[in-house]
């Protein structure tokens, strides 16, 4: 499952540099999939839905710092446990229930994000 910021959030900063998908974007950005990943440009999201990469999305939250679920992959392929969570001096970085994923779905997401 993808990590959710929850509102006890400090907006501290320590998760923004830690995540490898670029996932995490401070209160009120605009955000999307292309930002540091390899996807540009009309791609299918992995549950087949079509985006274009580049466009610009609004932001989850205005108050506090947020994950994109759809670009989260609890840093499978990357580390051994989400580094944001692992960083996160209030502990506010936690399973989202929302979006409840495989360990294998989220590598293909990784594959996907990374074009590996």
């Known amino acids: 499952m ?10 501290c900063d320590a998760c923004l540099v ?7 974007y401070e209160p009120d950005q605009e955000w999307a999939y292309s930002d540091e990943t390899q996807l540009s440009g009309t791609v299918n999201l992995p ?6 990469a580049d466009a610009m999305n609004e932001p989850v939250s205005d108050e506090f710092y947020f994950i994109v679920p759809e670009k989260c992959t609890e840093c499978k392929g990357f580390h ?10 209030v502990d506010c970085c936690v399973p989202d229930e929302n ?18």
């Open 47 to 52: 549950n087949g839905d079509e985006v274009d």
């Open 80 to 89: 051994d446990e989400p580094q944001c969570a692992s960083v996160c001096p």
């Open 99 to 116: 979006h409840v994923e495989t360990e294998d779905a989220l590598l293909k997401k990784k594959a996907w994000l990374h074009a590996e």
């Open 18 to 24: 830690e995540c490898p998908n670029n996932a995490i």
């Open 2 to 11: 993808a990590i959710i910021i929850t509102d006890e959030c400090i907006n």
